[in-house]
């Protein structure tokens, strides 16, 4: 088995196992290794006889052994320490020119970090954000790679022809940048996946007690609703949930305990987006929305004792189905504004020259958020590179007219109707904060200029000179 692998993959739970199959599919000669070894044999034993190019390595200098140089090993394990453990472990047993590719959702400094450790071992370590579930992963999934530039060309290859494609052929993968920009880019493509299945389910919310719509009919219109400008593979698996029924007749989705996990990501773009002073008031409540059913017990105290509108229906049944349609398109364009926004932020803060429109071409397929509306992303900056925000793009700005109307509407009658809609909400927000002319901030500087002596600038002098008043 001496050096006859082209790729070596630790960590066999159900990502590492369907990226595994997928890349043999591709052709190459692979050797996987797992901590626990039951989990590789077994592999092997439903494996082998299908893939003669498949091995099994039993321990981590097993593995090393196995690549053929440079050697290309994807880790597979779950993000944190035991990434920690896997690198440390492997770095001695490497030699210059190899490349290390974290598959896992880890945290961009982390991933940094990492790289400044194998950097002088001349290892090529790379943050390869990773996302489309279980599905993508066996079947091609979206794939950001980024780190150490010169390891692109030696995992190009392989990362083009395991990733999914689009109906023209080409692979969603691009190299997205230095350091940690692979792992920040994947983890703003969590947040904006939080803030689509956010806005999707305060929809649902205002159909189910607002519109008072039957499950079949919510079906229904989620169906339709994704031939239009929302159609993406979350709308369209939202209307399959809606038709699946539990073995008493009663819709699944019912069923299930309105307590909402989640494993970090989404968190941590919003820390980032405060860090960068990048305005992301949606994607931070669709973290906060989660937080928030997640404190079931409490809620079911409060509701005995706080008092609100009882949700009723008013107006025409078809009338409100439309204004939630165009409600969701508005709010999911401010949603993509604030992740580009973010990307943009953090690529200018940390000199990473992420292509935006590359970012948006490699959502299209294989994710989690993939749509046809990226590919409206990707030529708003093809068109404009330095668009300073999508909402100002003429595409976007076109829908925006013809749908911010309508998510007023179902902002404001979920307020008065007491329907907890934040996301929506903070749509409605943004978009007005975003084309102020004038916003009440001189009235927060003048008050830290009064108590703090902060000092402010004056709307008849130069930016940048400062001034002090007594305010007393
Ligand atoms: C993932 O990356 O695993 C998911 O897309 C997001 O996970 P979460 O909803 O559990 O945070």
Redesign the pocket.
Known sequence: MEHASDVGLYGLAVMGRNLALNILDRGFRLCVYNRSPERAEEFLAEHGAAYPGLCRAASAEELVAALARPRRLILMVKAGEAVDEALLQLLPLLAPGDVVLDGG?SHHRDTERRAALAAPRGVHFVGLGV?G?EEGARNGPSLMPGGDPAAWPLVRPLLESIAAKTASGEPCVAWMGPGGAGHFV?MV??AI??AD?ELIAEAYQLLRSYVRASHDEMRTVFAEWNKTELASYLVGITADVFGVMDEDGEPLVEKVLDS???????AWAAEAALELGSPAGLLAEAVFA?DLSALKDERMGASAVLGGPKAAPTGERQAMIEDLRRALLAAKIIAYAQGFQLLRRASAEWRWGLDLASVALVWREGC?IRSAFLERIAEAYRREPGLPNLLVDAYFKALLDQCMPALRRVAARAIESGAPAPAFSAAVAFYDGYRSTWLPANLLQALRDRFGAHGYERVDRPRGESFHSEWK
């Open positions: 959702n996302s579930g994947k493509h969590n996946e939080y299945m909402a996990a989640q494993k970090g990501t989404g989660r989690i």
